[in-house]
């Protein structure tokens, strides 16, 4: 079981927007910067968002994150059938000196 | 353009020791604040941090493999080597190596699959 909660699945349909959420505790989000991985399937995992709210090059502005206390939420707006895939928040944990991964959120498209 | 590739053998007895090498290109592992980390991921389950190693030879593990895991580098080479001990068909997974230059892990390689089997 993940030190990091995420939600096992989430749904909603194209175009609408969707939040995926990741708690955790003082010594891992509550003080340490969150990202936020897209993992589409079968292939290699994709960073999307750093720095809680930062975007790569290249990611689109449908992706947003946010960070409040212990907890941090990827958004979705405009969601897309291609959106489909797993998404895993990651944070380092002060105290283990680990960094961590959530259990990952399954995205469906409807 | 940053690039990874792992690399190592695709099937290991258990007991025996696994050696995995990530060679990248497009990015600087003398670099102050850079550093590449190995994540697993066992079929069908989530992503698991397993070590990771800084451009000042700093290295942290993961607390549950800690006593398994050994990660070293040869920035000569643009290299980064893992190697996990008495290796068990728990440990089936594909192996993964990335940067980081953020926060998070920047970019990432195609993976290998490693199962233990007998």
């Known amino acids: 079981q993940s030190v990091l909660t995420q939600p096992p699945s989430v749904s909603a349909a194209p175009g609408q927007r969707v939040t995926i959420s990741c708690s955790g505790s003082t010594s891992n989000i509550g003080n340490n910067y969150v990202s936020w991985y897209q993992q589409l399937p079968g292939t290699a995992p994709k960073l999307l968002i750093y720095?809680?709210?930062k975007r790569p090059s290249g990611i689109p502005d449908r992706f947003s994150g946010s960070k409040s206390g212990t907890s941090a939420t990827l958004g979705i707006t405009g969601l897309q059938t291609g959106d489909e895939a797993d998404y895993y928040c990651?944070?380092?944990?002060?105290?283990?000196?680990?960094?961590?991964f959530g259990g990952g959120t399954k995205l469906t498209v409807l | 353009q940053i690039t990874l590739k792992e690399s190592g053998p695709t099937l290991v007895k258990p007991t025996q020791t696994l050696t995995l090498t990530c060679t990248f290109s497009g990015f600087s592992l003398t670099a102050s604040g850079v550093g590449v980390g190995w994540i697993r991921q066992p079929p069908g389950k989530a992503l698991e941090w397993l070590a990771l190693?800084?451009?000042?030879?700093?290295?942290r593990y993961s607390p549950s493999l800690k006593s398994r895991l050994t990660i070293t580098k040869d920035t000569s080479k643009n290299q980064v080597v893992l190697t996990m001990t008495n290796m068990d068909p728990v440990d089936t997974g594909t192996y993964y190596c990335?940067?980081?230059?953020?926060?998070?892990?920047?970019?990432w390689g195609q993976g290998t699959l490693v199962t233990v089997s007998s």
């Open positions: 720095d809680n709210n």
């Open positions: 990651g944070t380092w944990d002060s105290s283990l000196s680990a960094a961590l």
């Open positions: 190693i800084y451009w000042n030879d700093g290295k």
């Open positions: 990335a940067p980081t230059v953020t926060s998070g892990f920047d970019y």
